[in-house]
């Protein structure tokens, strides 16, 4: 179970609503197994047979990937204006270079260091 292939045997192969919707239980503990999860979510939505259990794990694994969504997208903005900051910076300095008549070799070594400061 350690590398998944359990979990990918049962995605791919498994048969019944019951080991789905187990197997759909363990994958919400897993951020990095969202495809997978996807996958089996689609499989649980198609079937109308399902249990009161079931109908509610299909309800708390929407909530988990919403939670999820919105999370992800505030530490994508968080990054990303980050980054365009770091961008902006990054060509002022440039700039302020090329403008100077003669400037010392250790400023491009001070400014290689910079990026490292993202996250």
Known sequence: MADGSL?????NNG??????CQT???LTFFPCE????NILFKK????RSLTYN??????????VKTQRLV???KDTLDAFNKL???NEQSKATMKSFWDKASCQSGFLTKFKGAPGRIM
């Open 54 to 63: 079931d109908r509610y794990l299909v309800y708390a694994v929407t909530k």
């Open 84 to 86: 365009k900051m770091l």
């Open 44 to 47: 649980i939505l198609n079937k």
């Open 34 to 37: 969202s495809n997978k999860m």
């Open 24 to 26: 759909l239980q363990v």
């Open 15 to 20: 048969e019944g609503e019951q080991i789905w």
């Open 7 to 11: 979990l990918d045997y049962l995605v």
């Open 71 to 73: 999370s992800n997208s």
